[in-house]
Structure formats: C-alpha cells, structure tokens
C-alpha cells in the first residue's frame, strides 16, 4: 500500500504554469508507474501523464509538448509540470501509483486556469 498527497494547485492565468507535486508514503522506487490524471466537472477522469519504473513516459495529445512528469525517487514524489496553461486545463489533478496491478489515489489537487 501507498497513501499520496498532492501539492502544488491553485489559480492561474492562461498561458500561465504550475507545478504539482505528489509525495508517496514509501519509496516509490519499486512502484511500476506513476501517473497524473484530471477530473472536471461532469467529465470522466482521464490520463495527463504516466511514467513507468525504467520507461519512457507518455502524455495524450491535449498536453503534449505542454506537461511534463517527472519522478525523484530520493525524495519519493513525482511531478507535473503544467506549462501554457489554458481553461480547458481546469479540473481536479490527481496523483496515481500501480503497485502490482492495484491503482493508489490521492485527494486530488484543484488547477483553475482564469482571467
């Protein structure tokens, strides 16, 4: 088991950037992949970024070339780094880790993106 805390929401301008942060409670050095996913209002939750221990890691179209995940496993967080930011990036971001199969969630952060 793993319990992950994101950190790092908040309002910000269009074109604007952020960075959350997701602090596991273990190493995460084992941990198969580490993933980010979005949930706005009356829309399904879905993929932002994933990062699997030793491989490359991938990003849907909508933030490609925008986001960016990345892991310090000293430290045992995870990161996305959220630039050019636009309101359709508005939602509540939340941290993933799959440890043999079984997806560990945290609270959720909320990213508003406004003027």
């Known amino acids: 088991q793993v319990q992950l805390v994101e950190s790092g929401g908040g309002l910000v301008q269009p074109g604007g950037s952020l960075r959350l942060s997701c602090a596991a409670s273990?190493?995460?050095?084992?941990?198969?992949?580490m993933a980010w996913y979005r949930q706005a209002p009356g829309k399904q939750r879905e993929l932002v970024a994933r990062?699997?221990?030793?491989?490359?890691?991938n990003y849907p179209d909508v933030v490609k070339g925008r986001f960016t995940i990345s892991r310090d496993n000293a430290k045992n967080t995870v990161y996305l780094q959220m630039n050019s930011l636009k309101p359709e990036d508005t939602a509540v971001y939340y941290c993933?880790?799959?440890?043999?199969?079984?997806?560990?969630w945290g609270q959720g952060t909320q990213v508003t993106v406004s003027s």
């Open positions: 990062l699997a221990f030793g491989g490359r890691p």
């Open positions: 993933n880790a799959d440890i043999s199969g079984v997806g560990y």
């Open positions: 273990r190493s995460i050095f084992e941990i198969y992949a």
